[in-house]
């Protein structure tokens, strides 16, 4: 779900998680004819593979989506082989990074380049409970059930971008690592330090209970 977005996209089909409506091609020209004719905004295009942060292109137009189709194909080498195409989402911007039953949550201020950020984060005087459970359960809980379900259990941090629109929290991307800037100030939070919850990933060990953490 990390090193691919155009099979990230196609597990979150599979399992019900949100996200944007999408297309994923290995042809530039059939890209082209989505981005044509699809009927929403189809004006975000990605590298399917891993560019460096490089691979997103946020397009003002079908014509504009179309050139970025072209110049990904280009530039990547094999991570722009295929290219996938993603409804435009509207919204507040957030990262919540998850592992061992610990969910952690904090809103980032962008900073113009697509999925760019000020190296600050806008933490919300009260991060909603309901929000935080609907998190929980449509989306983090979805994907390690459904990765499960698939025969590749997951353990260790699960960070989910995500994009909170007026039809509720959709994905964005996965990331199977911290954010940054996100944990230079999430980490301090954590009741025990990352080596006690990676000691256990790794003999597939757990520490409970449950604990949540928010930025207040």
């Not at 590298?47 to 280009?74: H, N, P, T």
Request: hydrophobic share 40%; proline share 5%.
């Amino acid at each position: 779900v990390f090193s691919s977005k155009s099979f990230a996209k196609a597990f979150m089909e599979r399992h019900g998680v949100p996200t944007a409506r999408y297309g994923s091609f290995s042809d530039p020209q059939d890209a082209c004819s989505f981005i044509r004719g699809a009927d929403f905004p189809a004006l975000v295009v990605k590298a399917s593979g891993l560019a460096a942060g490089k691979g997103v292109i946020v397009a003002g137009d079908r014509d504009e989506a179309c050139r970025a189709v072209m110049e990904i194909d280009g530039a990547f080498g094999s991570a722009g082989t295929t290219v996938v195409i993603e409804e435009l989402l509207e919204g507040q911007e957030v990262s919540v990074s998850s592992f061992d039953f610990v969910y952690l949550i904090a809103f980032t201020k962008k900073r113009g380049a697509p999925h760019g950020r000020d190296g600050k984060l806008i933490c919300p005087s009260q991060v909603s409970e309901e929000l935080l459970q609907q998190i929980r359960e449509s989306i983090l809980q979805k994907t390690v059930d459904g990765m499960r379900q698939e025969g590749t259990p997951y353990m260790g941090v699960l960070y989910a971008g995500l994009m909170l629109t007026n039809r509720g929290p959709k994905v964005l991307e996965f990331n199977s690592r911290f954010g940054d800037p996100e944990c230079q100030v999430l980490l301090p939070l954590l009741q025990r330090p990352t080596t006690s919850h990676s000691q256990l990933w790794l003999t597939g060990g757990s520490l409970l209970p449950a604990q949540t953490g928010s930025l207040n």
